[in-house]
Each structure stands twice: as C-alpha cells, then as structure tokens.
C-alpha cells in the first residue's frame, strides 16, 4: 500500500518535473522552437484551406446531388391504367425515393399561365399536344443512369431523361478535387510531424550528454522521453495559435465576400458557426498530435541501448 | 554465489571484432579490481557489458544474480540505479553547480528535495567538496571534477562502482588523490569497485587484484598485491 503511494507521488514528480523541463526547453532554445513553430503555422495553414476547400466542395456535391431527378413522359395513346402501371412500377424500383406524377392538364393549367401566347396556342388546339410526365427523384447519383434504362423499358413510357453525362462530370470532377485535398492534408501532416522531429532533433542533439547522464544514472526510458513529448505538444499548440486565428476570421470575411457577391451564386458556403470552430479545434489537435508524435520519434533514437 | 559471474563470455562487434573471447572470472562483494590492457584488449568493452551499454554475444553476465545481458532495454534504468559509473570524460553537466550535478541523478530517479540534500551533502563530502557545492564544473580543477562525478557515482548507495579509466586525464598527483578517494569509498562503504585502467603506477601502489586483458582475452589474473613491477602490458 505505501509502496503504492510513494510510486504515484513519484509519478507525479516525474511528470511535474517533464513539464518544467519542457518549457525551459523551449526557451533556452528559443530560435529553434521558432523554426519548429513557424514550420508548424505554415503546414497548418495550408491545411487550414484544404479542411475549408473539401468541406464545402463536399457540400456542394451534396447540394447537387439532392437535385437528381429524371423526367419521365408517357406516350401519347397512354391509357389511366397504364398510368397506374407505370407509377406503382416506378414507386416499386429500389433506387427511387420520390415519385411525383403530373398530368397532361395540369401541364397546360401551368404553361398557360406561363405567357399569353402559349395560353392562346392552346386554347385553339383541339386536343392537348402536351403528355403525362413523372418526376422521379434517386436515392444516389450512381443510381441515375440505371434507373432512366429500366424506367425506358416500361410499357407506355415514352421517353425517360436526366441532364445525362453533365452532372456525372460535375460529381466525379467534385470527387477529384475532395480526394486531392485529402491527399494534401495527410501529406502536409506527415511533412509537419517530420519537420518537427528534426527541429526537435536539432535540440536533442544539444543535449546529448545530459540524456547519456540521465541514462546513466538509471532514468527510465519514459522519464527521460516526457519532457521532449512535452515540448512538441507546446510547439505544436504554438504553431495552431496563428492558424486557428486566421481560420475563424478569414472564412467569416470569406462567407460575406462570396454570399453577397452575384458571380457565386452558384457556390453556397457552409455557415461558419460552428463550422470555424470545429475547424480550429481539428487544427489543434493536428498540431498538439504531431508535435508530439516528432518529437518522440526523434528521442527514440537515443534511448537505444 | 559470488558478486559478478562471467561465464564463457563472448562479445563479437557488428564490424565483425571480436573485443572479448570466451572470459569467465568472479568478483566477490567489496573487493576493488583492476582491469589492465593495451587499448583495444577489451577493457572498455567488458566495462560497457557490466552496466549493460554493451550486450554480451554470448555467454554471461551476471551482476548481484541478475543476468545482465538478458535485460530489455526499458529495464536496463533499474540496473543502472545499482550502479555507479565513473568516466574519464567526467561527463559533468556544465550549467549546473556542483550540488546540481550530483543531485541530478537522486533527481532523475524522482527522490524527494528533502530526501536528495542530505544524501547530495554526504557524498560530497566522502569525496572532500563539501566546501565547493555551489562551483560550477569549469571553475573546478580536473582532479575535482572527477571527485564531483565519483560523488555523483556513490550518491545512490551503489553496491558497484564502475570506473573506465578515471585517471585518464589527470596528473600523477591528482590521481593519486582520486585512487585515495577511491579507497576511502572501498574501504569505509564496502562498494566493490571496478577500474579499467592505462595507469601502472597506480595499480602496482595499490596492492589490488589486477585483471590483465590481452587482445580480448584474460591471460593474467593476480591476486590481490601479487602484481609486480616487472610485468608487462
């Protein structure tokens, strides 16, 4: 029981002594901890941008996407019992998630009151040219193009169209450009946490002979690796400060620069709340992460007996 | 079951030399051995085995019962605090005071301050520095240089103290103070205590065991003070 105790207290010791060390450390070698910081800010930024960019292309894609929806026109002879037929055919196919069906009359109603003349054209046609049309929403894009081939397959439908080949274009563009700046996020992180490590390794190299002594005199291996993790986590944290500041406050000017200028009205942005912050909170943890993950990578090398 | 046991110990380096062959001897508790060589007889390397910055290729070490080179590398620390090891390099850290330095190591192993003054005051004064505990290393001579890093050695109460050529860089004088401190520790502490050494005065005025090593392997072994003047290394 008391051996207990008197190990915890010396693990609070060793913890408490690790993060004073940390900090002296990060002040006695103060221009390297300004290269470690400064490289941190960078890469943070750069990953800051690709966080915002995949974001709110995924977000688009999304918005896109929700709009998937074929036309569908019954041919002209099209009995009300085939009407039927082909809605409940439709309404049975497992991608479809809505169907909305609109009759040659309803069409009419709607054009007519569209402009005068096409109300005039129509009054004076003794039958109504227009036809029975679905407006069939998709589960997912991948759906469409199967979709719109079976639908065309059903007795009485006369034609069956999506804006085939556009959109795909737009989604798989979209999915290049998330996957892109996934592949840019993981490489700047790993860019980072080596840059880190070798900064660290920099200061290590300085205090070579206090780690031999620290060996010799029987530190564990853990006691003598705490400070160094302490002081990538700092650096790390440091490094996040600017980047953190620079998100939240760029992408609020951002949001109000795009949404009230007309030429991107195509383009929605996400709502920076909370969005500016969970961002912020990702890019601390990137930074806290490797800074730690460097840094105990380069003391390893020195711990080896 | 004695002291330190090497049985058929072999060290083979990555380059493919082979510093030690097939060594076997016994330490008992408390006695106070020299190890003797021309450079690159293996000396520093049967040193390096008992602290365990070198494993033995085959064979054994064993120090207290424990088989040192069987030891993982996260486990070597509990070992080291046993020990206490002397360089010729000294090894001091520079920008801390004397009574730094040898706190130091009661620190790293995470000792109370309360419980590290007094343990730091004694040793140093074993070593006779008492009166300089707030010097910083360079403001000291190289004779107390070492004293503070064989302070530093015995401050943790080890049963062994390890020293690979402690004279190395001293004067015949000072080393000549260095071997009395030594022998104070031998004698009034009961440690056992280990020197490799270049210096035969010393080892032919202390009347010690002697160890010779010749090319890796051990080719004299004397009893304590039938080391004669006459021998060569």
């Known amino acids: 029981m008391r051996k207990e105790v008197i190990e915890q207290v010396k693990a609070f010791r060793i913890l408490k002594n690790s993060i004073r060390d940390s900090l002296k450390s990060v002040f006695r070698n103060f221009s390297l901890s300004i290269a470690s910081v400064l490289c941190t800010t960078i890469t943070l930024i750069l990953v800051a941008i690709a966080i915002v960019v995949t974001v709110n292309v995924n977000h688009v894609t999304k918005s896109v996407e929700k709009e998937l929806t074929i036309v569908v026109y019954a041919s002209r002879e099209v009995t009300d019992e085939q009407i039927n037929n082909i809605e409940s055919k439709i309404e049975k196919m497992n991608a ?93 992180v790993v860019v980072t946490a080596f840059l880190i490590s070798n900064t660290i390794k920099l200061t290590i190299f300085s205090r070579r002979s206090e780690i031999d002594i620290m060996r010799l005199v029987g530190s564990s291996n853990i006691s003598i690796r705490l400070p160094f993790v302490f002081e990538g986590f700092l650096l790390g944290i440091i490094g996040s400060f600017i980047p953190m500041i620079i998100t939240v406050y760029g992408y609020f000017i951002l949001f109000e620069k795009v949404g009230s200028s007309s030429t991107f009205s195509i383009v929605e942005l996400i709502k920076p709340f909370p969005f500016v912050f969970f961002t912020s909170l990702v890019l601390l943890v990137i930074g806290a992460l490797v800074g730690m993950i460097g840094s105990a990578r380069a003391v390893r090398k020195y711990l080896k007996i | 079951m004695k002291f330190i046991q090497i049985k058929n110990c072999y060290k083979v380096y990555k380059n493919g030399v082979t510093a030690v062959a097939d060594l076997t001897l016994n ?96 040793a140093l ?106 021998e060569s290394v």
């Open chain 1, 96 to 188: 479809v998630e809505d169907i909305d069906f609109k009759s040659k009359e309803e069409w009419k109603l709607e054009m007519k009151q569209y402009s005068e003349t096409l109300e005039v054209t129509l009054d004076n046609l003794d039958t109504n040219p227009l036809l029975d049309s679905f407006v069939v929403k998709v589960k997912d894009v991948k759906d469409l193009a199967p979709t719109t081939k079976e639908i065309r397959k059903i007795d009485g439908v006369q034609s069956a169209d999506y804006g085939e080949g556009m959109v795909e274009e737009i989604i798989s563009a979209f999915n290049i450009v998330k996957t892109a700046t996934i592949g840019m996020v993981i490489a700047l």
């Open chain 2, 125 to 230: 004064e074993h070593v006779g520095l008492k009166d300089k505990i707030r010097s910083f290393p360079n403001e000291l001579s190289g004779g107390e240089q070492q004293r503070v890093c064989i302070a530093r050695a015995i401050v943790n109460e080890p049963k062994l103290l390890i020293c690979d050529e402690p004279t190395g860089n001293l004067d015949a004088n000072t080393s000549k103070e260095i071997m009395e401190v030594l022998d104070t520790i031998n004698n009034n502490l009961g440690t056992t205590i280990i020197m490799a050494t270049h210096d035969l005065e010393i080892v032919k005025r202390m009347k010690r065991r002697v160890l010779v090593l010749d090319s890796g392997v051990l080719s004299k072994d004397y009893e304590k003070g039938s080391y004669r003047t006459s």
């Open chain 2, 27 to 122: 330490i008992d508790k408390g006695e106070f051995v020299f190890v003797i060589g021309a450079s690159g007889s293996g000396k520093s390397t049967l040193i390096k085995m008992l602290y365990r910055e070198e494993k033995p290729t085959k064979g054994i070490v064993q120090l207290g019962g424990i088989n040192v080179g069987k030891l993982k590398n996260r486990t070597v620390y509990k070992l080291r605090r046993k020990l206490g090891i002397v360089f010729q390099d000294f090894k001091l850290l520079p920008k801390l005071t004397v009574y730094e330095n040898v706190a130091f190591a009661l620190e790293c192993i995470g000792m109370k301050n309360s419980e590290i003054r007094p343990k730091v005051l004694k």
